[in-house]
């Protein structure tokens, strides 16, 4: 297994971008200089360009968003079952003949 590497302070991420897209260095350049691999720079890039509205795709905020909803449809279908069998139950209580 591979060590999960530290993630870099967003704050370090953002300014990184800037200089990248200034275009002043190749990519390459810019991520040897701040110690990145070329391949997070370009991932940083288009997470930016994603939030930024530039490119299509979801955004953080669209993805905690998701995150949320899923969660409270798993919540509702857990409380659904629960209703629907204590429905089964209760039927099954009042039939004639018990």
Known sequence: MFPVP?????????????VARRGQAPLVQIAKDFGISEGSLTNWIKRADIEDGV????????????REARKRIRLLEQE?????RAAAYLSQ??????
């Open 55 to 66: 490119r299509a795709g979801a955004s953080d905020a669209d993805r905690a968003e998701l």
């Open 6 to 18: 530290k993630p870099y302070p967003k704050e370090f991420r953002d300014d990184v971008v800037a």
């Open 93 to 98: 209580a009042n039939l004639p003949g018990k």
């Open 80 to 84: 659904n079952e629960v209703l629907r």
